[in-house]
C-alpha cells in the first residue's frame, strides 16, 4: 500500500493551496479517507475526513469553512482545497486510510493503518 502526498508549499495568509492524495495497493474506494497535520513540537491533529462514499465530510472546528475534502474513487485519490490560509495552518499534512473507521473514531490517529509520507504547508503572514 501506498499513498503518495503533493500539492504542498509556501503561500501567503489568505491565499488557497489544493493538497492531493493518491493512493495504490488497495481497495480505496472501500476506504475511510482523511487528512491531518502536524506542527513543530504539537501532536498530530484531524483535520478532515469522509466515508468511502464521500457524501458526508467532516472537519475539525479550526478549518471549518475554509477547507474542503473530497475524493475520486476511480482516480483513487482523496484531495484538499485549502482557502483562506493562516499563518497557523503552517504544518506536515498527513493523508490516511482505514478500513473500519467509523463516526466516533475517525478523528484519532489510531483509527488508521495507512499514511503518506507528508508535505509541508507554510503560511507566512
Known amino acids: 500500500v501506498q499513498l503518495q502526498a503533493s500539492g504542498g508549499g509556501l503561500v501567503q495568509a489568505g491565499g488557497s493551496l489544493r493538497l492531493s492524495c493518491a493512493a495504490s495497493?488497495?481497495?480505496?474506494?472501500?476506504?475511510?479517507a482523511a487528512w491531518f497535520r502536524q506542527a513543530p513540537g504539537n501532536e498530530r491533529e484531524f483535520v478532515a475526513a469522509?466515508?468511502?462514499?464521500?457524501?458526508?465530510?467532516y472537519y475539525a472546528d479550526s478549518v471549518k469553512g475554509r477547507f474542503t475534502i473530497s475524493r475520486d474513487n476511480t482516480e483513487n485519490t482523496v484531495n484538499l482545497r485549502t482557502n483562506s490560509l493562516k499563518p497557523e495552518d503552517t504544518a506536515v499534512y498527513y493523508c490516511?486510510?482505514?478500513?473500519?473507521?467509523?463516526?466516533?473514531?475517525?478523528?484519532?490517529?489510531?483509527?488508521?493503518?495507512?499514511w503518506g509520507q507528508g508535505t509541508q504547508v507554510t503560511v507566512s503572514s
Open positions: 490516511a486510510v482505514a478500513p473500519r473507521a467509523i463516526l466516533s473514531t475517525m478523528r484519532s490517529v489510531d483509527a488508521y493503518d495507512y
Open positions: 469522509l466515508f468511502r462514499s464521500g457524501v458526508n465530510t
Open positions: 495497493g488497495l481497495s480505496f474506494r472501500t476506504y475511510t
